[in-house]
C-alpha cells in the first residue's frame, strides 16, 4: 500500500514508464488499471494495445468508469442512472417547482442557457462537496444581492437533491457515493480493488471528489502511481499544488509515500534540441535571462500570415510540401481560435484532399430532423413567421419537392405572407397545394391546446414525425451516403433517430406529467438538445488531427502546427462558467468554501495546458498568427510567440517568403475569367446594346455585371420598399413635374411653395395609385409621405437653382442612344435617359447643362470618369452636344434630399430657405466661362462661393482650387469627352473578348465589392 509519483518534464517518458510497469505486472494475479482522464480513454486503451497485444487484462478506466465498474461488481446501482442530460431535465423539472419561490433568479430561471449554467454550478458544488445548507450559511454574512443569489441557488439545490437522492444515480454524485460505499465495506473483501495496482496518468489536478476516490483505493491497493508533467516555469503550477494535495490526503491516511520517481531525460526530443529548449525554458511571463539558444531554432517557426485563410493555406502547404517520412497521422493541429478556423481548414483540406479528423462531436442542432423539430415549434410559437416555415421546410424532411418550395418561398416573400395570411388561399393555384399540404402537416400543432402536458407536447411531435415518414427518409440518406462512401455522413444519420428518441424518453420519463406552455416545452427540449452529439467516424487511420488544447492527446506525433497563435487567442482566454462570478468565487473562497480556480488561476492551468500541448511533437512545431480581421483590422501575435522568441532570440517571423517557398496557394483574389468566343458571339452578336449605367457596373467589376446583367441574377422580391424602389419613384415625381408644368404652360421660376406641394401630391398618388405595397402598412404609408416631402423640397430647391440662372429647361427624361464602333467591327450602343437638359442661348452658341438626380450621396469624381465608373455624365453630354451642335456648358448631379438645418436660433424666412439651398448644392464640372457660370449662377461674384455648382472665385477672380478640378475650359471639357469615349471603347472592346473577371475597380476602402451580392459567388474575400 502506497503513493508514488513519478513526475518530469514533456517528453521524459512518463506514459512509457507506466506502460512498461504495467507489461511487468502481466504475469501476476493482481488487479491492474491504468486510469485516464475520460477524454483520453479510448487513446489510452489503443496505446496500451499497440505496443502489447496481450494487454487485455489491464483495465483502461475513467473516474467515472472505474465507479460504474464497481457499483456493477457491488451488485445494483444506487438507483436509475441519469447522465447529464437526464439532469438537464431534472434541473428543468425542478425550476419549474420552485420559480415561485426565487427572487435572484426569479425572471432568469426561464431564460435561455440557464439551465445549462445552474446545471455547471450544481456539478461544481458536487465536485467541491458544497452543500446548500453551507451556501445559506454564507449567505447570512453577504451584500443583499449575493445572499439573495446564494440563497436561490440553496433553494434550487435542496429541490434538486431531494427530488434526485435515492432514485437517481447522477454522473456527478458517482464518486461521492462510491466513496460511502467503500467507506461502508471498510472490513469486507473487494476483490477487484484489493492488493491492486493502479497507474494514473494525464491528470495534472483532480477534484475533491477525485482525490476521495483515490484515498479510498490507496487503503485498499497494493500501489498508486500518480503521474504528474513539471513545467519549466514554477509559475504554471497545477501539478505542484496537486501533489501537495495528494501528500496531505497520504499523510492523514497514514498511507506511505513512496520515493518519486524523477525522470530528468527528455527521450521525446532527443532529435530536436530546439523543442528539448522550449520544454526546459519556456515561461508565463516575460523573461529577459531566458537563455539564448540561436544555434536550436530549425525545430520551431513562427509564420505571420496576412489572414486567416492564408494561415490555413500556409499549414496545408507545409503538409503538401512535407517530407514524405512524415505521414498525414504524424501531424497534429491546434487552435487558439477553433470556432473561426475549423470550416477554412475543413473546406480546403477537402479541396485539397488532405485527410482531416476533427476531434470532437457533431452538434445535434445542425442535423436537419432536429431542426425540423425546432422550426415546427418555432412555427407556433412566432406564429407562422417567414423564417420558422422556410427553416422547417429546408429540412428535405416533409417530402415537398425544393423546387416548389423556392418557389413558395418566392411567392411568400413578394406577398408579404405569414400570421393568419396562411389561413387564406393563395392565388397560384400550385402553391397553394403545398399551402394546404403544409398546414396538415402540422395539424397536429394547430388543433391542439398551446399548454399542454410535456408527454402530450412530445406525442405531437412524433405524430408529424410519424406522419412524414422520417425514418424512411432517414435510411434513405445513409443508403444514398453509403453507395457514395461517404460513411461519415451517412453514420451521423443513423444515429440522430436512436439520439431523438432517447432525448424525447428522458424529457417523458423526467417531466412527462408537468402541465407547460409549448414555449417552455420548446426551451426544455432544446436544453436536452445542448447536451447530445453525435459521434464523428475517424474517415482513415493516416489522417491530421484537429484536437483541442488540453482535451486532446496526441500520441506519438511528429509536427503540431498551431493556427491562430495571436493575442488574447492563444492561450485561449478562460470563460466563466457557471452562476459564480470571479469575485464571488474569491469572496466564498475567503470563508473556506473551495470551489473551481477563479479566472487568474484559470489563466495560469490555460497556459500550463499549452505548454504541455505544445511540446507534444517530437520534431517540429509551427506557429502561424494571422496579420489581419477579415475586417482589415490589424492582430498581434500571441504573447506566447514573445516567449519563445526570448528563448531564441535568432528565431525570425516568417512571412511570404517563407509561404512562397512552400508553394503558396493564392489566397482569393481578383481573378481572370473569359467566355468562350461562342458564347461572346451568342450573347452580344456584332452589336452590344447597353445603359450608360451598366457599363459603369461593367467597369465596377465584370463579374458583378455578368451575374447581373447576362445572367440576370436577382435577389428575391419581397414584399417590402426597397431605396433603390425609392430612387426610382423620385425620378419618375421629378420628370413627371417638369412635363405637368409645361403642359400647364407654366415655367418653374414662377412656382410657390404650395403649386409645388400640390403638383407633387397629385403626381405622387397617380404614380402609386397601382402598387399596394405603399399602402399596406404604416411604415410603408410614412414612406411615401416622406417621399412626397423628399419631392416637394428637392423641387422647390431646383426651381430656385433655375431662377438663379439664365439656362432654361428644355428636355426631361430624354432618350439618348449613342453608337461608338470597336474593333474587328463591331459596335457598342449606348442608351440611357437624361433626366434633365437645360440650354442657354448666347450669341450663335448654345450651351447645354445636364442635369441627373441622384437620390444617395453620390459625387462627381472626375477620376471616376476617366476610370469608367462615372461616365453617364459624359456620354450624355457628349450625345446632347453633338445632336444640338452646341457647347458644353455644365453637368451635375442633384442631390435629391429633405435637408433639415440645425440651428439652435430662430431664423428669418430668408436665411433659413438660403441656409436649405446651400444643401441642394449640385457636384460636377462648369464650363470656366464667365458667361456661362453667371448663367448658372447669377449671384457669383469674386470672393463668392455658389450655391447652386461646385464653383467658388477668389477674391483675385480666379477660380478656388479644389482636390477635384470644378470647372475646365472648353478645351478640357472637349478633351475630358475623348477620354471617356476611349474608355467606353475599351470597355466595350473588353466585353466583346468575353471578360467577365471578378477584378473589382478599388479606390481606398471603398471598392464594390463592400456592397456587392455576388461576393459568395465570385470568392472575393470581403
Ligand atoms: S464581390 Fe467584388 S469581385 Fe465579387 S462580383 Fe462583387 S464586385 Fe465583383
Redesign the pocket.
Known amino acids: 500500500m502506497g503513493l508514488r509519483f513519478i513526475l518530469g518534464k514533456p517528453g521524459t517518458g512518463k506514459t512509457s514508464l507506466c506502460l512498461e510497469e504495467i507489461y511487468q505486472k502481466l504475469d501476476g494475479n493482481a488487479p491492474l488499471y491504468y486510469l485516464v482522464p475520460e477524454q483520453f480513454s479510448l487513446q489510452s486503451e489503443k496505446l496500451l494495445l499497440s505496443r502489447r497485444a496481450a494487454a487485455t487484462q489491464v483495465q483502461v478506466l475513467s473516474f467515472n468508469r472505474l465507479a460504474y465498474r464497481l457499483f456493477s461488481n457491488f451488485g445494483g446501482m444506487p438507483g436509475k442512472f441519469a447522465d447529464d442530460l437526464g439532469k438537464q431535465m431534472l434541473l428543468r423539472k425542478v425550476l419549474f417547482e420552485v420559480a415561485d419561490n426565487l427572487t435572484y433568479y426569479k425572471s432568469a430561471a426561464n431564460k435561455h442557457g440557464f439551465v445549462e449554467s445552474l446545471a455547471d454550478t450544481i456539478t461544481e458544488m458536487n465536485h467541491y462537496r458544497i452543500t446548500a445548507p453551507e451556501l445559506l450559511d454564507r449567505a447570512a454574512n453577504s451584500s443583499p444581492a449575493f445572499a439573495a443569489k446564494l440563497t436561490d441557488i440553496a433553494k434550487i439545490s435542496t429541490a434538486y437533491r431531494k427530488l434526485v437522492d435515492g432514485r437517481y444515480l447522477l454522473t456527478d454524485d458517482m464518486l461521492e457515493i462510491l466513496c460511502q460505499k467503500l467507506d461502508s465495506l471498510e472490513n469486507d473483501p473487494i476483490p477487484l480493488l484489493d492488493g491492486a495496482y493502479f497507474w494514473v496518468d494525464g491528470f495534472s489536478g483532480f477534484t475533491p471528489q477525485e482525490r476521495q476516490v483515490l484515498k479510498c483505493i490507496l487503503k485498499r491497493a497494493n500501489n498508486v502511481s500518480v503521474t504528474l508533467t513539471l513545467a519549466a516555469d514554477p509559475r504554471l503550477s497545477p501539478p505542484k499544488i496537486t501533489i501537495e494535495k495528494l501528500k496531505n490526503l497520504a499523510n492523514n491516511a497514514r498511507i506511505k509515500i513512496e520515493p518519486e520517481t524523477q525522470l530528468e531525460k527528455n527521450l521525446r526530443h532527443a532529435n530536436a534540441p530546439g523543442l528539448a529548449a522550449f520544454v526546459n525554458n519556456f515561461t508565463m511571463l516575460p523573461n529577459k535571462a531566458a537563455p539564448n539558444h540561436s544555434q536550436n531554432t530549425n525545430n520551431i517557426e513562427i509564420i505571420s500570415a496576412f489572414d486567416r485563410y492564408a494561415a490555413v493555406n500556409t499549414a496545408a502547404n507545409y503538409i503538401l510540401s512535407r517530407n514524405p517520412s512524415i505521414r498525414f497521422r504524424d501531424i497534429a493541429i491546434l487552435c487558439g481560435d477553433r470556432t473561426h478556423y475549423e470550416k477554412i481548414l475543413q473546406t480546403t483540406f477537402d479541396r485539397l484532399n488532405i485527410p482531416l479528423f476533427v476531434d470532437t462531436e457533431i452538434d445535434i442542432l445542425s442535423h436537419p430532423l432536429t431542426e425540423l423539430i425546432r422550426a415546427a415549434l418555432d412555427i407556433i410559437i412566432k406564429n407562422w413567421n417567414y423564417e420558422s416555415v422556410f427553416r422547417f421546410l429546408k429540412t428535405r424532411l416533409t417530402s415537398l419537392p425544393l423546387e416548389t418550395i423556392d418557389q413558395l418561398e418566392n411567392y411568400v416573400l413578394e406577398h408579404g405572407i405569414s400570421s393568419y395570411r396562411w389561413r387564406y388561399p393563395f392565388n397560384n393555384p400550385n402553391l397553394d397545394n403545398t399551402r394546404q399540404a403544409l398546414l396538415s402537416i402540422l395539424s397536429t400543432f394547430t388543433n391542439s391546446k398551446k399548454t399542454a402536458t410535456v408527454q402530450a407536447h412530445a406525442r405531437h411531435i412524433f405524430d408529424m414525425l410519424y406522419a412524414l415518414n422520417i425514418s424512411a427518409t432517414l435510411q434513405s440518406w445513409i443508403d444514398t451516403c453509403t453507395a457514395a462512401g461517404d460513411h461519415a455522413t451517412a453514420r451521423m444519420h443513423k444515429q440522430i433517430w436512436p439520439k431523438i428518441c432517447e432525448i424525447f424518453d428522458k424529457l417523458v420519463e423526467m417531466l412527462g406529467d408537468e402541465e407547460v406552455s409549448i414555449k417552455t416545452f420548446a426551451a426544455t427540449l432544446d436544453a436536452g438538445f445542448a447536451q447530445v452529439g453525435l459521434g464523428r467516424v475517424p474517415p482513415t487511420t493516416d489522417q491530421i488531427v484537429l484536437g483541442d488544447i488540453g482535451r486532446s492527446r496526441y500520441p506519438e506525433i511528429k509536427v503540431m502546427i498551431v493556427l491562430g497563435a495571436n493575442e488574447d487567442i492563444l492561450p485561449p482566454t478562460p470563460s466563466q462558467t457557471g452562476l459564480f462570478t470571479d469575485y464571488e468565487r474569491q469572496t466564498l473562497q475567503n470563508t473556506g468554501v473551495e470551489l473551481a480556480a477563479e479566472n487568474i488561476h484559470r489563466l495560469t492551468e490555460s497556459y500550463y495546458s499549452l505548454y504541455t500541448a505544445m511540446s507534444q511533437p517530437s520534431d517540429k512545431l509551427i506557429l502561424i498568427y494571422s496579420s489581419t480581421t477579415p475586417g482589415g483590422k490589424s492582430l498581434r501575435p500571441s504573447p506566447v510567440i514573445n516567449r519563445i522568441r526570448e528563448i531564441f532570440p535568432d528565431l525570425t517571423i516568417q512571412g511570404a517568403q517563407k509561404l512562397s517557398e512552400y508553394g503558396m496557394f493564392p489566397s482569393p483574389t481578383?481573378?481572370s475569367a473569359l467566355l468562350s468566343e461562342a458564347s461572346t458571339a451568342c450573347l452580344y452578336g456584332n452589336t452590344i446594346i447597353t445603359a450608360a449605367s451598366r457599363l459603369e457596373s461593367f467597369a465596377?467589376?465584370?463579374?458583378?455585371y455578368?451575374?447581373t446583367y447576362i445572367l440576370k441574377a436577382q435577389p428575391r422580391k419581397r414584399f417590402q420598399v426597397l431605396p433603390t424602389d425609392l430612387g426610382t419613384l423620385f425620378h419618375s415625381v421629378m420628370a413627371e413635374f417638369s412635363k405637368r408644368v409645361w403642359e400647364n404652360g407654366e415655367k418653374h421660376n414662377n412656382l410657390t411653395h404650395t403649386d409645388i406641394a400640390q403638383y407633387v401630391d397629385e403626381i405622387v398618388n397617380v404614380v402609386t395609385a397601382n402598387s399596394n405595397i405603399y399602402h399596406d402598412n404604416a411604415r410603408n404609408r410614412h414612406m411615401l409621405d416622406k417621399v412626397r416631402r423628399t419631392s416637394a423640397a428637392s423641387i422647390w430647391a431646383l426651381c430656385e437653382h433655375i431662377k438663379m440662372g439664365d439656362f432654361v429647361p428644355t428636355l426631361t427624361e430624354h432618350e439618348i442612344r449613342t453608337s461608338i464602333p470597336l474593333e474587328n467591327g463591331r459596335n457598342l450602343t449606348v442608351t440611357g435617359y437624361v433626366d434633365r437638359v437645360d440650354t442657354l442661348k448666347q450669341s450663335a452658341e448654345e450651351y447645354i447643362k445636364i442635369i441627373d438626380y441622384k437620390s444617395g450621396s453620390t459625387k462627381f469624381n472626375i477620376e471616376e470618369a476617366r476610370h469608367g465608373i462615372q461616365l453617364q455624365l459624359m456620354i450624355y453630354m457628349n450625345a446632347i452636344t453633338a445632336m444640338r451642335n452646341a457647347k458644353p456648358g455644365g453637368m451635375f448631379y442633384f442631390p435629391i434630399g429633405d435637408p433639415i438645418l440645425e440651428t439652435d436660433i430662430l431664423l428669418d424666412k430668408e436665411t433659413r430657405e438660403k441656409g436649405l439651398l446651400s444643401q441642394f448644392k449640385m457636384s460636377g464640372i462648369a464650363l470656366s466661362e464667365e458667361t456661362t457660370l453667371n448663367a448658372m449662377d447669377k449671384s457669383l461674384a469674386p470672393g463668392q462661393s455658389s450655391t447652386v455648382i461646385p464653383v467658388a472665385i477668389n477674391k483675385d477672380g480666379k477660380f478656388k482650387k479644389s482636390i477635384q478640378p470644378t470647372a475646365l475650359d472648353i478645351e478640357s471639357f472637349q478633351t475630358l469627352g475623348q477620354e471617356v469615349t476611349g474608355k467606353i471603347k475599351e470597355l466595350g472592346n473588353r466585353m466583346t473578348k468575353g471578360d467577365i473577371?471578378?477584378?473589382?475597380y478599388t479606390k481606398g476602402p471603398k471598392?464594390?465589392?463592400?456592397?456587392?451580392?455576388?461576393?459568395a459567388?465570385?470568392?472575393?474575400e470581403?
Open positions: 481578383p481573378t465596377r467589376c465584370p463579374f458583378a455578368y451575374m473577371s471578378a477584378a473589382p471598392g464594390p465589392c463592400n456592397f456587392c451580392k455576388f461576393g459567388v465570385c470568392g472575393i470581403k
